[in-house]
């Protein structure tokens, strides 16, 4: 396998604040779309918003279960497009994006070119958009409205919103890292296209037959290998830099240089602990540092490159 063929997806780190903007977008789209949606699908139907107040019950339902259904629809139609955008050029791939039950501690995953989203990364979170929603609409509520009425009377609250920011910083985050990290492999993949035998995956399963138990020797692999190094090492980055509130070169401004290497140091024994403090252990977390490090470095010339502060829209 060569090695550049799976390190050389990791400026896709770079992306990370662009995606993590757009999708916002996603979320305030569906912020305006939801009302409608639900008065379309509740649209006959007698609702008593004062008495036993079902009303309200059978309208958060409804609003729970549309804006799930728009978020899946609006994030998978913009993460099959940005990956397809930074893929096809080099590698003449598509790449689909679905969202499905994935084991508890899966975040994504990527096969054949479709990026897979766990549901919990949307539902997890979901209180926050529907709360939302729900507190604009009960907010403008008068007496003996209707929900046509009520629906009328609805203001999409902006992205500054308490729960909107909370779903930013709990699910948007999440979402753009996982995706950053599955692109990462998806590029791998393509790059290994041309071989009558691709062998993208080989590493780990050369010596690591299934996820079955997932013991201390799976983990320590699965963290050393080729593959995962590079999709970490993009995913890392961009949550130190969320963990750190760095956002623009400004922000790197006032950290020095090895207070940000002790972040990165220790970002990385916080989450790839099953690696060793042996000789070939160190050699790996060197590899991550390394490859850390070169996503950090694309990102600022990223960022000096559009001359712009990422904090603005």
């Given at each position: 396998?060569?090695?550049?063929?799976?390190?050389?997806?990791?400026?896709?780190?770079?992306?990370?604040?662009?995606?993590?903007?757009?999708?916002?977008?996603?979320?305030?789209?569906?912020?305006?779309?939801?009302?409608?949606?639900?008065?379309?699908?509740?649209?006959?139907?007698?609702?008593?918003?004062?008495?036993d107040g079902s009303g309200w019950t059978k309208l958060r339902d409804a609003?729970?279960?549309?804006?799930?259904?728009?978020?899946?629809?609006?994030?998978?139609?913009?993460?099959?497009?940005?990956?397809?955008?930074?893929?096809?050029?080099?590698?003449?791939?598509?790449?689909?994006?679905?969202?499905?039950?994935?084991?508890?501690?899966?975040?994504?995953?990527?096969?054949?070119?479709?990026?897979?989203?766990?549901?919990?990364?949307?539902?997890?979170?979901?209180?926050?958009?529907?709360?939302?929603?729900?507190?604009?609409?009960?907010?403008?509520?008068?007496?003996?409205?209707?929900?046509?009425?009520?629906?009328?009377?609805y203001s999409a609250p902006g992205l500054d919103d308490f729960y909107v920011?909370?779903?930013?910083?709990?699910?948007?985050?999440?979402?753009?890292?996982?995706?950053?990290?599955?692109?990462?492999?998806?590029?791998?993949?393509?790059?290994?296209?041309?071989?009558?035998?691709?062998?993208?995956?080989?590493?780990?399963?050369?010596?690591?037959?299934?996820?079955?138990?997932?013991?201390?020797?799976?983990?320590?692999?699965?963290?050393?290998?080729?593959?995962?190094?590079?999709?970490?090492?993009?995913?890392?980055?961009?949550?130190?830099?969320?963990?750190?509130?760095?956002?623009?070169?400004?922000?790197?401004?006032?950290?020095?240089?090895?207070?940000?290497?002790?972040?990165?140091?220790?970002?990385?024994?916080?989450?790839?602990?099953?690696?060793?403090?042996?000789?070939?252990?160190?050699?790996?977390?060197?590899?991550?540092?390394?490859?850390?490090?070169?996503?950090?470095?694309?990102?600022?010339?990223?960022?000096?490159?559009?001359?712009?502060?990422?904090?603005?829209?």
């Amino acid at each position: 396998m060569i090695i550049r063929d799976l390190f050389e997806a990791v400026d896709y780190a770079k992306h990370y604040y662009q995606i993590k903007d757009q999708t916002m977008q996603v979320v305030k789209g569906v912020l305006e779309e939801v009302p409608q949606a639900v008065l379309a699908e509740l649209k006959g139907q007698v609702l008593d918003f004062e008495g036993d107040g079902s009303g309200w019950t059978k309208l958060r339902d409804a609003v729970e279960k549309t804006s799930r259904r728009l978020l899946i629809r609006d994030l998978s139609k913009l993460y099959s497009h940005i990956a397809s955008q930074l893929l096809s050029p080099v590698t003449g791939k598509k790449v689909e994006i679905k969202f499905t039950k994935l084991d508890d501690h899966t975040g994504a995953q990527y096969h054949n070119f479709t990026i897979f989203f766990n549901m919990d990364t949307i539902d997890t979170r979901q209180y926050d958009i529907t709360q939302t929603i729900m507190e604009s609409l009960m907010n403008n509520y008068s007496g003996g409205d209707d929900l046509a009425e009520i629906i009328s009377n609805y203001s999409a609250p902006g992205l500054d919103d308490f729960y909107v920011e909370r779903f930013e910083m709990l699910s948007t985050q999440k979402l753009v890292s996982y995706f950053l990290h599955e692109l990462v492999h998806a590029r791998q993949d393509a790059m290994q296209q041309h071989r009558a035998e691709p062998e993208y995956r080989s590493y780990i399963d050369r010596k690591f037959t299934g996820h079955g138990d997932r013991d201390a020797d799976w983990h320590r692999g699965y963290y050393s290998s080729p593959q995962e190094i590079a999709a970490f090492a993009t995913q890392f980055v961009t949550e130190f830099l969320e963990d750190m509130y760095i956002s623009s070169p400004e922000d790197l401004g006032y950290i020095n240089s090895e207070y940000i290497h002790r972040g990165l140091v220790r970002k990385l024994n916080n989450v790839v602990s099953h690696i060793p403090d042996t000789t070939e252990g160190k050699k790996v977390k060197a590899r991550y540092l390394k490859q850390m490090y070169q996503a950090l470095m694309h990102i600022i010339d990223d960022w000096k490159n559009s001359g712009k502060n990422t904090n603005q829209s």
